[in-house]
């Protein structure tokens, strides 16, 4: 254990009614780390987060809100002042009870279902959430939904000006550049999908209503836990926006490891969702909207022009451009059968 990982996770503990008996280090990425302590009422986690005190306490108040709701999340233990962070030389941290379980896996096709009810309860346990007195809502994308795609779009666009008249082209960008119109063109159905008096309504509702996001549920954030729950964790991105979001990053995580959309996998996918948090058959059609978006291409090129992942040699950015077309490429046709079939996951029989 590295003695300044020590100290740091000693003056922490310093500030609660615990005492360390081990430490154990977890993750470091510089402004975020996570430790395992053992101490005299057994173990915590504490986390360091990149955060200023306002997005600390709506994430605190949100994690409240949503275990009073029935959602399995580890509690915040407050130092002893009350707070539920402490602050040390200009970084915060924020110690949690430890869960034990583990991840579940998107190849189990039970635990798959139990990641969709469960991000459904969370969804169903977030409506109605305001942020307690003095405390902004620290991210509002419901707002953001056409700016965010018209700006994705328009630099697909610059890119693919750029990379046409570059001399130095690689097999990279021979491979954007082969594919690059049908991503563009599916960018211009998404937004013209959300030319919908039906996508204004529901951000209306929502407005008044709130309800979160969480942006990142899948594997890595959940445990089920020993008693049988599923256990989320990770709260640091929740968002005000339409579940719709969730949705989308879920059934592309999970078909982008097949390379490949299957229709009978995503009705099972919502079907389990609609058990628990049921959507209209309108608003199905905002799903399909953000799913046309051609999200995983553009997050794969923007990765490679962007330099967000300099430890990638050109062969891995290659690999995995091509495997972000295979799937982006067979979704078309399966979400045109899924709309023409809603009616088996709005009215099971």
């Not at 986390?47 to 509690?75: C, Q, S, W």
């Not at 211009?188 to 529901?202: G, H, R, V, Y």
């Not at 948090?277 to 990765?303: C, M, R, S």
């Not at 295979?326 to 009215?347: G, P, S």
């Amino acid at each position: 254990m590295d003695t300044s990982f020590a100290e740091v996770v000693n003056r922490v503990i310093s500030h609660y009614p615990l005492k360390v008996e081990k430490v154990y280090l977890l993750t470091n990425k510089g402004k975020k780390a996570v430790w395992s302590i053992e101490t005299n009422i057994g173990e915590v986690i504490i986390k360091k987060v990149p955060f200023d005190e306002n997005h600390i306490e709506f994430m605190i108040h949100a994690i409240n809100y949503l275990r009073d709701n029935g959602i399995h999340t580890p509690g915040v233990i407050k130092n002893n002042s009350g707070k539920g962070y402490v602050k040390l030389d200009d970084e915060y941290f924020v110690v949690f009870e430890a869960v034990y379980g583990r991840s579940p896996e998107y190849e189990h096709e039970d635990e798959l279902l139990m990641i969709m009810r469960g991000m459904a309860a969370f969804h169903q346990a977030s409506k109605g959430i305001e942020s307690p007195p003095k405390v902004r809502f620290p991210s509002f994308l419901l707002l953001k939904w056409k700016k965010n795609m018209r700006k994705m779009y328009g630099k697909l666009i610059r890119y693919k000006e750029q990379r046409s008249v570059a001399n130095d082209k690689n097999e990279f960008d021979h491979l954007f550049l082969k594919h690059v119109d049908t991503f563009i063109k599916q960018c211009e159905t998404a937004l013209s999908m959300l030319n919908n008096p039906e996508f204004d309504k529901w951000v209306e509702e929502t407005i008044k209503n709130k309800s979160l996001c969480h942006q990142d549920y899948a594997a890595a954030n959940l445990v089920i836990g020993r008693d049988g729950n599923l256990y989320v964790f990770d709260m640091d991105s929740l968002t005000v926006d339409l579940p719709v979001r969730d949705i989308r990053k879920i059934l592309n995580k999970v078909m982008k490891k097949q390379t490949a959309w299957d229709q009978q996998l995503m009705m099972k996918m919502m079907k389990a969702y609609q058990e628990i948090n049921p959507l209209k058959k309108e608003q199905y059609q905002i799903l399909a909207a953000d799913i046309y978006f051609p999200h995983l291409f553009y997050g794969q090129v923007t990765k490679y022009y962007e330099k967000r992942d300099q430890k990638w040699a050109l062969e891995k950015h290659i690999s995995k451009l091509n495997d972000m077309i295979a799937t982006e490429l067979t979704k078309e046709t399966v979400l045109q059968n899924f709309l023409n079939q809603i009616d088996e996951v709005i009215l099971p029989e």
